[in-house]
């Protein structure tokens, strides 16, 4: 079958869900162990963040199921068919969507006001995850364990993606010294946070590939290299900021703010290859194992 | 000096070359893919790997839309069947889409049959058995 508009439609929507979603849910935690060292400005502008992209996946996650019926359609009039959203929604689509919009309903709501409550952090926990609920890891037999790990990861990947939008806010303001904090801060707890996706991932990925060999040997297996790729890149940005800029801010050093900008800036753009990578393959492949 | 685009271009058809939407997998169907068939079939059956909801079914004749009607109320099943009209001689593009329900992932596929007609194959029955006599002889 062809790849056609509506499949690339699909994966745009889908990278967008992933985006918006993981970016809330990771602002808030950011808000939760952060809030204190940043400005009240910068607090507030995070919040906003939080309720905008909140928004943006509640609107990309109910376009993307219209986008689904209109791609089994072959028209866009399977956009509005009855039959076809309720099947869609039926099929997983309908749960993840719910369990996402109550979780950051619940996250916006509690970070709006003030620091996030642990029921914030357990809503943006909630929306984060809600991607297990449907998905590849859903058909391996037995799915308990790949959907934990796929949670797992998925966490991890809020709390490091998301944390790059509000660290690009503060890195903004001029002040070294908050600078320096909020980047130790966050250096310090994604060491254990990536060291913890990294081994879900690698665990999930093997049991969705089945054997080394198809990473190579299938499609699927060479969009998740692609993948890696991204990864390899962003993990050395991101060892770059802890080791290089990070101590360079610590000292008063202005030029190293400015790098830490534009490195943030590209680590955004590896995250965002990253989530389009895996929209793709989730969307136009199969996992091996299922074979 | 080969530019970056061109790499990126490449290394991105490597990695799109192969099969796609492989999620739910058509395993067979009645007709078969490619089939001749000297009686037309009344019915159209998918058999897929894993329990799908068969989302749209088109049968077309050259530019000529066929009428199909699809279940989309049926229970899940890996196996799903579709009432056809009566089909006169001639080839049949079938494409489908279904909704696998484990995963929740859109597969789709696009097969053909050829309706022969038993007036047609007998015919071409007895032509090949004529042109096979003087042979013997």
């Known amino acids: 079958m062809p790849f056609g508009i509506w499949d690339a439609a699909a994966i745009l929507l889908k990278t967008l869900t992933y985006a918006a979603t993981l970016g809330a849910a990771g602002a808030v935690f950011f808000l939760r162990y952060n809030g204190p060292s940043i400005t009240s400005a910068n607090r507030l502008r995070i919040r906003h963040l939080v309720l905008g992209l909140a928004l943006s996946s509640v609107l990309a996650g109910a376009a993307q199921i219209m986008v689904s019926a209109a791609s089994m359609s072959g028209s866009a009039a399977g956009m509005w068919d009855g039959s076809l959203l309720r099947m869609v929604w039926q099929a997983g689509a309908g749960r993840a969507d719910t369990a996402r919009a109550i979780g950051l309903l619940t996250a916006v709501l509690l970070v709006l006001p003030g620091r996030p409550s642990g029921w914030a952090l357990l809503g943006a926990a909630?929306?984060?995850?809600?991607?297990?609920?449907?998905?590849?890891?859903?058909?391996?037999?037995?799915?308990?364990?790949p959907i934990l790990l796929l949670g797992v990861h998925l966490l991890g990947v809020a709390f490091w993606l998301g944390a790059l939008l509000p660290l690009l806010m503060v890195a903004s303001d001029g002040d070294l010294p908050r600078m320096a904090a909020a980047a130790s801060r966050f250096g310090a707890a994604a060491i254990f946070v990536v060291a913890v996706l990294m081994a879900a991932g690698t665990a999930l990925l093997w049991m969705l590939l089945g054997h080394v060999a198809a990473l190579w040997g299938s499609t699927y297996g060479r969009y998740v290299m692609l993948k890696l790729t991204f990864v390899a890149c962003l993990l050395a940005l991101a060892a770059y900021n802890k080791l290089?800029?990070?101590?360079?801010?610590?000292?008063?050093?202005?030029r190293a703010a400015q790098s830490l900008r534009t490195?943030?800036?590209?680590?955004?753009?590896?995250?965002?290859?990253?989530?389009?990578?895996?929209?793709?393959?989730t969307t136009l492949t199969g996992p091996p194992a299922l074979d | 000096m080969v530019k970056p685009w061109i790499l990126a271009a490449a290394a991105a058809g490597m990695i799109l070359t192969g099969p796609v939407f492989a999620h739910a997998k058509?395993?067979?169907?009645?007709?078969a893919a490619d089939a001749r068939l000297q009686v037309a079939p009344k019915s159209l059956t998918l058999s897929f790997n894993e329990s799908v909801r068969l989302a749209a079914l088109t049968l077309t004749a050259g530019s000529k839309d066929?009428?199909?009607?699809?279940?989309?109320?049926?229970?899940?099943?890996?196996?799903v069947s579709v009432a056809l009209p009566a089909l006169a001689p001639g080839q049949y593009v079938v494409q489908w889409s279904a909704l696998s329900v484990d995963d929740g992932h859109v597969s789709k596929g696009t097969f053909a049959f050829v309706v022969v007609g038993a007036a047609v194959a007998a015919a071409a029955a007895a032509g090949a058995a004529a042109a096979a006599i003087p042979a013997a002889q």
């Open chain 1, 126 to 145: 909630l929306a984060a995850t809600s991607f297990a609920w449907t998905g590849h890891a859903r058909s391996l037999n037995p799915d308990a364990l």
């Open chain 1, 244 to 254: 290089r800029l990070t101590p360079r801010l610590r000292g008063g050093d202005v």
């Open chain 1, 263 to 281: 490195s943030i800036r590209l680590e955004l753009l590896a995250g965002m290859s990253i989530l389009a990578v895996t929209a793709a393959f």
């Open chain 2, 26 to 31: 058509l395993q067979s169907s009645i007709p």
């Open chain 2, 66 to 79: 066929i009428p199909v009607t699809v279940d989309r109320n049926a229970p899940a099943a890996a196996q």
